[in-house]
T-cell receptor, first 116, second 112 residues
Framework: GAVVSQHPSRVICKSGTSVKIECRSLDFQATTMFWYRQFPKQSLMLMATSNEGSKATYEQGVEKDKFLINHASLTLSTLTVTSAHPEDSSFYIC????????????FGQGTRLTVV | ELKVEQNPLFLSMQEGKNYTIYCNYSTTSDRLYWYRQDPGKSLESLFVLLSNGAVKQEGRLMASLDTKARLSTLHITAAVHDLSATYFCAVDWNQAGTALIFGKGTTLSVSS
């Protein structure tokens, strides 16, 4: 399958700071990328859909000013958690979908964010 | 609102036994996925089911899809310890792109 790389895999930051997470499709062009959040022992929740060159679409209850998403190229989407707080501590996972409707979305390795 | 329900949420099995995990979803969808997640790791894709009646098998796992009943099953045959993990089913939200709505997951523990 296609490769999606997420960086960093782990990050610890102080409350009030911002953290950027990168999601790259390494061997295909991803017109659409998705960001999910997973709290401990819970399922994955879709946060937002990002399309290259346009604004992200956020799911209900997700603060777009807090979780900034940029999808500036066909191989890179970034999620910036601004003014992080301990309750933002979670496992963030991206997925990327290639061009064409009949493609599967491929998941990155995930980023464990801990806000102290 | 699309809902995806999995059961059971926890499953403790003995090695060598068979069991089935069920995944029900609430609205029409054209794709259903099964994933495995090990602790602290991301998702590993197991199966993509694209049509009614689809059946796929890989090793001791077999997945099926009944779109009319809005039901998918993941059957485990002769469980082994290495299958211990959390299994998620997910349904394509059917918007632009493969936005997935996940079930709550089934945590499987296989003991000898």
């Amino acid at each position: 399958g296609a490769v999606v790389s997420q960086h960093p895999s782990r990050v610890i930051c102080k409350s009030g700071t911002s953290v950027k997470i990168e999601c790259r499709s390494l061997d295909f062009q991803a017109t659409t990328m998705f960001w999910y959040r997973q709290f401990p022992k819970q399922s994955l929740m879709l946060m937002a859909t990002s399309n290259e060159g346009s604004k992200a679409t956020y799911e209900q209850g997700v603060e777009k000013d807090k979780f900034l998403i940029n999808h500036a190229s066909l191989t890179l989407s970034t999620l910036t958690v601004t003014s992080a707080h301990p309750e933002d501590s979670s496992f963030y996972i991206c997925s990327a979908e290639g061009q064409g409707r009949n493609t599967e979305a491929f998941f990155g390795q995930g980023t464990r964010l801990t806000v102290v | 609102e699309l809902k995806v329900e999995q059961n059971p949420l926890f499953l403790s099995m003995q090695e060598g036994k068979n069991y089935t995990i069920y995944c029900n979803y609430s609205t029409t969808s054209d794709r259903l996925y099964w994933y495995r997640q090990d602790p602290g790791k991301s998702l590993e894709s197991l199966f993509v089911l694209l049509s009614n009646g689809a059946v796929k098998q890989e090793g001791r796992l077999m997945a099926s899809l009944d779109t009319k009943a809005r039901l998918s099953t993941l059957h485990i045959t002769a469980a082994v310890h290495d299958l211990s993990a959390t299994y998620f089913c997910a349904v394509d939200w059917n918007q632009a792109g493969t936005a997935l709505i996940f079930g709550k997951g089934t945590t499987l523990s296989v003991s000898s």
